[in-house]
């Protein structure tokens, strides 16, 4: 075997902590203003250098037991900050806990740095404890991946760890990166925190080369679909066309008189079936309808793409171009014949589902007569009794939040409740979309709130979450926040994963058989789970509970609805 180099005879000096400390310093500059850690032996120099530069400013430190919870944390924090986070681990099985946020990160491009400890090479392949093959564990997943030689303390390594800092913030830009970096003991040493050390600007993201632009005339025939993560520019582009709006509700673009809510009902009908022209922006994840409609030979599929994100093609039949430029304006009249077709059905669907929460007439609350007034306050007191189901769940959700709160749903079935009747409002909107799985909701959501809370008027951030997703992410609720941190968990809880009902599989195996591996079920104690980790919990069966937990002055707080499967 060959004999390990010879680090700095300077028994005061780390050349690992000195390099650790040297690459922190070249994210911060690079615009990096969160890390995320769990503890570990290898990765310490990265971890006492982060705690170093927070303690002196520079630097926000969030520090959670797992790596599976500060892998979504960090990936929460890059969602809504809009700039690339770092996440540090030790060596060994704590990278692959990394890997449900990284691939989330990969399919949603999300700028995630992540930096993993790792022994050095002469410890590689020995059988070393805590040592596995760490250079390429994220595979494709990543946009950048560098196995770093342990320092020696080598004149100018500092330098180079500074400059492979912003060379990682770089090519951040349209998702994540990996620095896998070796390190010998001594581990960590004395931190010194630059006195200029500030956070710089974030890298604008590069330009694409000879992007492909098409031109588009306003027609009769268009919708525009955003999914997940289109932004505004589809609420924009529907405007320009001229065209109905199908957005789904994590697309950012619900608003306005294009949207069509019940969208799902309008393409079943004439109207989808008078589609010949359908542009996507963002990753739409919500329906059967939409890819149905992409697959059909008569209509032309066009995807906008969203760099650092794999191209939405279902079919594979799309044109794929990087812009649409819309040349003219559209015909008013067409626009209230085409797209007032599709806001009228859309409402008519809507008005004819049985309403949960039917509310009084407020016309009968001040006359004269004892008795009408009397039927309006019994009215009113129904409605207030009325047993919370997942509609009314969900439109309670969408009610109480604002601008300047965030809601974050998970992937259960209460998100396609939601998307399915929830009108248009220019809302905040986060969902785990890339893979759509289920796992680290919560810590998301976590990061998403302590992200929110440096806005000049931060809200509260809500999660509308099922029982399933809420146990997937448990050990989210055990890390102690800031104080102050208005993050607030509403869990629609029905006993399993009855999401699956809605599958032939449930029509087909044998019910007992069903429950056991499909639905799931358990005796969780949500009020137990809350208590252990020191937050507020309520209970609410009624629209007057429902409405009263919504308004709750507690910051952290677990709201469980529970609800018929």
Known sequence: MTAPPTPSADPDVSPAGVAAAALLEGLVRAGVADLVLSPGSRSQGLALAAAAFARAGRLALHVRIDERVAGFTALGLAVESGRPVAVVCTSGTAVANL??????????????????????????????????????????????????AAPLGDPGEADDARELGALAVRASAEGPVHLNLAYREPLSGHVRVPHDLATGAVPERPAVESPVVVDLHPDDATVVIAGHGAGPRAEALAVALGAPLVAEVSSGARYGRHAVVAYRDVLRGPHGDAVGRAIVLGHPTLSR?????????????????????????????????????????????????????????????????????????????????????????????????????????????????????????????????????????????????GLAGIDGTVSTATGIALAAARGERSGTTRVLIGDLALLHDAGALLVPLPEGLRLHVVVGNDGGGTIFDELEVAATAHPDDFATVMRTPHRADLAALAAAGGWAYRRATTRAELDDALTAPEPLLLVEVPLEP
């Open 289 to 433: 309808e939409v890819p149905q409609l992409l697959e059909r030979g008569d209509v032309e599929f066009i995807v906008v793409r969203t760099p650092g994100v794999e191209d939405y093609n279902p079919g594979r039949r799309a044109r794929v171009v990087d812009d649409v430029r819309v040349v003219g304006a559209p015909d008013p009249a067409v626009v209230r014949r085409w797209v007032g077709g599709w806001v009228s059905m859309s409402r008519a669907v809507l008005e004819s589902q049985a309403p949960d929460d039917p509310a009084p007439d407020l016309t009968l609350a001040v006359p004269d007569d004892r008795g009408v007034r009397a039927a309006f306050a019994k009215a009113e007191l129904a409605v207030l009794r009325a047993p919370i189901d997942r509609r009314m769940l969900a439109r309670a959700l969408w009610a109480s939040t604002w601008p300047h709160d965030r809601l974050v749903l998970a992937a259960s079935r209460l998100i396609r409740v939601a998307d399915a009747l929830v009108p248009g409002k220019a809302i905040r909107v986060h969902a785990n979309r």
């Open 99 to 148: 890997h449900p946020a990284v691939l989330e990160a990969h399919h949603a491009g999300v700028p995630l740095i992540v930096l993993t400890a790792d022994r050095p090479a002469e410890l590689r392949g020995i059988g070393a404890n805590q040592t596995t093959v760490q250079p390429g564990i994220f595979g494709e997943l990543v946009r950048a991946d560098w196995d770093v």
